[in-house]
């Protein structure tokens, strides 16, 4: 029998993967403090969650007491945040300086072995810093907060030596495919990798399919990979390689085969952001309907001017699974949902 998550069998059996888990909190709050960094905290529900595609965020809503203009009060709408993202680039804006935050976000429909629907997203930001240097960064954070041989999942992994591998050659490797040279044609992508192009997927669906069955099951075991160069298609927030527009500076961290962070050189451009904000609304309006309005204080924030930065998101609880060794993101949380365990 499945014992509940508060009986203190369950929570004796967690608790190895729980104690890794505050060490490694107080390591990465110190490996931060020592570079100079501020830890801050930003609000969690906000007017808009984000323009990612594919996320779908939990409602919720907040009540303002009677006025003179309105008697009854009134109700705002409002959304758990999926990353933090929008309000620490105002930050930055403020001149915050390097900052980062333990932030909880919140991803509706999410539930698996690595995924939960509540979440700590370990984010930072530092001005002035590029694709390589925060590759460099969060190469020495790794090495400073794990073991030199890590185990999770069946897959043991060796942080001694960090791949990068851009997508485009990630793709050749694994997948027999010129990405770059094919472009954004699905019917040609789909030939050339030699498979059948499902009913209604476009190149975007057929991107990701051959990225989850050729390229993720072989990167990120025996090394960590660092996965750079995406498609310019596939980083709103990111801005375009100077040397290369066809793809933008982010890369993913890949550790014991799990996908651990994504991360950007930040786009500072408010008009060219704004329309990739329009794109990427358009199309999660066509899949899930109307939702959220436009983040105009983020567009504004943009306008004002932000310094050039990098900045990266690391799921904390899959780094904790592989610090612990847990098989489960249920058994790196407290008190996680039964169907997390």
């Known amino acids: 029998m499945t014992l509940p998550v508060w009986h203190p069998e369950s929570l004796a059996a967690r608790m190895p993967f729980l104690e890794r888990r505050a060490d490694l909190t107080r390591a990465v709050r110190g490996f931060f403090h020592d570079r100079g960094y501020r ?4 609000p969690y529900a906000v007017p808009a969650p984000g323009e990612e595609v594919h996320l779908r965020a939990f409602a919720t809503s907040r009540e303002h007491p009677a006025s003179r203009e309105h008697p009854d009060g009134t109700r705002e709408n409002l959304w758990l945040h999926t990353s933090p993202e929008f309000a620490m680039k105002r930050l930055l ?5 390097p900052i980062f935050q333990f932030a909880r976000v919140w991803r509706n429909g999410e539930a698996s072995a690595l995924h939960a629907p509540e979440f700590t997203m370990l984010e930072w930001y530092r001005p002035g810093s590029d694709m390589s240097s925060l590759i ?6 790794m090495r400073s907060v794990l073991p030199p041989i890590v185990h999770c999942r069946g897959v043991t992994t060796d942080l001694s030596h960090y791949e990068r591998l851009t997508v485009a050659d990630a793709f050749t490797r694994y997948a027999g495919v010129d990405l770059l040279a094919i472009g954004d044609d699905a019917a040609a992508l789909a030939a050339a990798a030699n498979v059948r192009l499902r009913d209604k997927e476009d190149w975007e669906d057929l991107f990701f399919r051959l ?3 050729r390229i993720e099951p072989r990167i990120g075991r025996e090394h960590p990979t660092f996965l750079t160069h995406w498609p310019a298609a596939q980083a709103a927030l990111a801005r375009r390689d100077p040397a290369d527009p066809r793809v933008a ?3 993913e961290l890949y550790v014991c085969g799990i996908e651990l962070a ?11 952001q704004r329309a990739r904000f329009l794109v990427e609304r358009q199309r999660r309006h066509a899949m899930h309907g109307p939702d959220w309005d436009m983040d105009e204080d983020f567009l504004a924030a943009l306008g004002h001017g932000m310094p050039p930065s990098a900045g990266i998101a690391l799921g904390f609880d899959r780094l904790a699974m592989i610090a612990s060794g847990a098989h489960k993101i249920g058994q790196v949380l407290w008190l996680p949902a039964a169907d997390l365990m």
Not at 136 to 141: Q, S
């Open 39 to 42: 830890e801050v905290e930003t």
């Open 93 to 97: 804006v403020a001149q915050s300086g």
């Open 136 to 141: 460099e960064e969060t190469t020495t954070l």
């Open 211 to 213: 990225l989850l069955e």
């Open 249 to 251: 500076e982010r890369f």
């Open 262 to 272: 994504n991360a950007f050189v930040e786009l500072t451009d408010p008009a060219e």
